[in-house]
């Protein structure tokens, strides 16, 4: 071999082992995209605007990863198809949580996303019902969530009634505006202060709200970001890139909520009203991130102090660890 053939080949071989370490770490910070499938709690809407603004602005994309956001057929299966790996995210409600892990369902909640109870009583302004002792000898229209009944006598309670005993229940199902605009009950338990009492503005019903936190149901997170134990353990780095991705999302949605509903209405492929999201939008801002929190954090006081209400009440069905029922890992 000739000097000069050997000078040149020693060169390449250099150049090349000078590559290499570059390469290798290109290749490592770019993960692989994943596809991941998000199960909504209910039909979109205010509540999920975080997460259409990460699908819309690509901020999933940028952390590899493709999402499908469907809603189920039957949204109350989330935690079942999110615990048995069906579905890798989910959306859901600490008590939901809380009440499928004494069930033995493996799920956990990753992120806070609703910082305060969206649950409340409502009546219509002209029935002069502003307390829960007004409610006393009155018809009270229910869902027939497990939680409507501990939540009503919980409030009742704190405002010196005896309790049910007090009320007449009437199962209305979710046709909760309906009932109050018909007349068929005087009060209604179950409504989201975010929804119903706009659409029921919007109809010409204002109405009086009760918040549950102000009657002596301990403070909650209403939605949380839900996955399984399964998936932590095998996916965390997924679950990290989501999380941040979703923090930008909800962090857009908190500077401009009314750009967030545009997105919404764009994205969504079912009828999104904007009379009613809109308003709605802009009452959840300082629910996504309030004063004590930003967005997504959980406390183990909250999901601690709230899960031994739910035990005091019959809730739940065993005693349960809240502290394993939520981690605060992958929020930073």
Known sequence: MSKIK?????????????????LACSSDSEPETVSVKLALDWYPNSNHLGLYIAQSKGYFADENLDVELYTPVDPSTVLQTVGAGQDDFGISYQPDVLMARAQGVPVVSVAGIVQHPLNSVMALKSSGIERPSDLVGKKVGYPGLPTDEPLLETMLKADGANGLGDVELVRVGFNLAESL????VD??????????SILLENLGHPVNILKVQDWGVPDYYELVLVVSEKYIEEQSDVIERFTRALSKGFADAISDPQAGVNILIDASNEEVDRAIEGPGADLLVPLWKTNEANF???T????VDFASWMQETGLLSQE???????????IK
């Open 300 to 303: 183990s006081a909250r999901w």
């Open 296 to 298: 997504g954090v959980q």
């Open 320 to 330: 349960v660890d809240a502290s394993k029922a939520f981690t605060d890992k992958f």
């Open 6 to 22: 050997y000078i040149n080949l020693a060169l390449a071989v250099s150049v090349a082992l000078l590559l290499m370490p570059v």
């Open 181 to 184: 605009i018909s007349g068929t």
């Open 187 to 196: 009060a209604v338990v179950g409504a989201y202060w975010t929804h119903e």
